[in-house]
């Protein structure tokens, strides 16, 4: 196997099979930033998951809330949004088959 040169973008120095320069300490390696670069956004998905399941909608925190009331209206709102999003989805798929021909 040959080395490889590879040329700093940020110094210009030449260094041979490495993945950080060895002038200036800039990661040169595309190997490396490319993982680096899926980490990061491994790590994005992860945030984002916990956030939606410690942030819940507006329906959802009424539904677990500990007075009946409350909980019986979380219920109700849940319930017509699911039928909202119901009827909308049949409408939309009704004017796509309608569009198709």
């Not at 942030?55 to 017509?80: D, M």
Request: with cysteine.
């Amino acid at each position: 196997m040959g080395s490889r040169m590879i040329k700093c973008p940020k110094c210009g120095v030449f260094n041979t099979d490495r993945d950080y320069c060895k002038n200036c300490n800039t990661l040169i390696s595309n190997d490396k930033k490319r993982e680096l670069k899926v980490a990061a956004e491994k790590q994005k998905r992860i945030n984002e998951a916990i956030y939606t399941s410690e942030n819940p909608g507006f329906a959802e925190r009424l539904k677990k809330h500990p007075n009946l009331l409350y909980s019986f209206v979380g219920w109700v709102l849940y319930s017509v949004i699911s039928v909202v999003s119901i009827i909308g989805a049949g409408l939309a798929w009704l004017i796509a088959m309608v569009a198709a021909g």
